[in-house]
């Protein structure tokens, strides 16, 4: 059965602080990874990885794919409380998509 | 350029009714899905309809069903509602199927009791 799993559930850290979420998937005929972060209600696009060791940057936020691990990491630098939001990470084959659970990061002032 | 929005916010229905979900999608994409994301949950791909015609499926029953429409936008459709089926349901449109970006809506809260 395709999946994919988040960790951790949830995260509390302290502004400044550097964060590591990770996502693993067993998808097959996998072809991309997204990465979103849930605020209220609409889940945005953070990151669309398709090709493996190649990092996408985007200000404090990083993330890279790793398909022989089946995995990937988002990468959050002196965090902010704007951050704080639930992380969900999507597998995606042509017409199938599976979201993780999502991380939920708390970030305190 | 306008964004996804979904109607209504907000739904109450009672257990063995009918409903109806509707979804605009962004201007110039072809391509919507909807996603059913229960309390603490990651959102589940209910299908996707591409250029009017279902494009995949997720493991979701029969009673579940869409419409694509020619301007794109969207209904989803729920028979015969169960308890279970409260959650929030979101679309989201993208430029094509396959490897593009999704924008989702903010979603329609269905209560069912």
Redesign the interface.
């Known amino acids: 059965e395709d999946k ?1 799993v ?1 960790s951790p559930l949830s995260l509390v850290v302290h502004e400044g602080d550097t964060v590591t979420l990770n996502c693993s998937y067993e998808v097959t005929n996998f ?2 990874l ?1 990465w ?1 972060k849930q605020e209220k ?5 953070l990151f ?1 990885l ?1 090709s493996s060791g190649i990092e996408k940057k985007s200000g404090r936020l990083s993330s890279i794919l790793d398909k022989k691990e089946l995995s990937s990491i988002l990468n959050i630098t002196a965090t902010q409380t704007g951050d704080s939001a639930i992380y ?1 990470c999507e597998g ?1 084959t ?9 991380t939920s990061l708390t970030v305190i002032p | 350029e306008t964004g996804v929005t979904q109607s209504p916010t907000h739904l109450i229905k009672t257990r063995g009714q009918q409903v109806t979900l509707r979804c605009s999608s962004q201007s110039g994409h072809n391509t919507v899905s909807w996603y059913q994301q229960a309390l603490g949950q990651g959102p589940q791909f209910i299908f996707q309809y591409y250029r009017e015609e279902e494009n995949g499926r997720g493991n979701f029953p029969p009673r579940f069903s869409g419409l694509q429409f020619p301007n794109y936008s969207s209904e989803l459709n729920v028979n015969a509602l169960e308890l279970d089926d409260s959650a929030l349901y979101l679309c989201a449109s993208s430029l094509a199927s396959g490897s593009y970006e999704q924008y989702f809506g903010p979603g329609t809260r269905l209560t069912v009791t």
Request: aromatic share 20%.
């Open positions: 994919v988040q072809r991309s997204l979103y209600k609409a889940p945005t696009f669309m398709t969900l995606r042509g017409n199938q998509f599976y979201f993780g659970t999502g």
